[in-house]
């Protein structure tokens, strides 16, 4: 066995991919990571598992859930490291998730002083005009917010 086939120990991948060994237990119940377990019952790793780790740490840097993230993951090989095309592949859908939400976060910042839909009727100016609470109908909530990112841009309910 070569150096590069190493099994890892999950408190040396841990520390190396600066993540806390719960964490890493958490990653692998998720499906991120994948283990072995030697003779002994122990988790063991495969050194590419830190290039999948770095894959984690820079999607949730950028804001993606761990389900978005894992989706990547899932089209990446289990068994090595990504290649620079594979990992190009997944950058280029995680540029798209970020560019939805960038959208979604401007329609956010310039509806801030409006109205979100939550019935509260404690705004003196609502640029949805919500006297009735008539958007109890539709729900609990501030859904007018939550489905701003489902509506074409600057399109009110």
Do not use: K
Not at 45 to 69: E, T
Not at 76 to 92: S, Y
Not at 125 to 131: F, Q, S, V
């Amino acid at each position: 066995m070569s150096a590069r086939d190493d099994l890892l120990g999950i408190g040396t991948v841990a520390r190396r991919a600066g993540v806390s060994v719960a964490a890493l237990r958490h990653y692998e119940e998720r499906g991120l990571v994948h283990a072995v377990r030697d003779a002994g019952g122990r988790r063991r790793f495969p050194r590419h598992v830190l290039r999948r780790l770095a894959v984690v740490a820079a999607g949730q840097r950028v804001g993606l859930s761990l389900a978005a993230i894992a989706d990547a993951l899932a089209a990446l090989p289990a068994d090595r490291a990504p290649t620079p095309g594979e990992w190009a592949a997944v950058g280029q859908v995680w540029q798209r998730l970020l560019d939805e939400r960038l959208r979604e976060l401007q329609d956010l910042r310039t509806s801030l002083d409006g109205c979100i839909g939550c019935g509260c009727l404690s705004l003196t100016r609502c640029t949805l005009l919500n006297p009735d609470d008539d958007a109890a109908r539709e729900g609990s909530g501030s859904r007018w917010l939550r489905e701003a990112g489902h509506r074409p841009r600057g399109e009110r309910p």
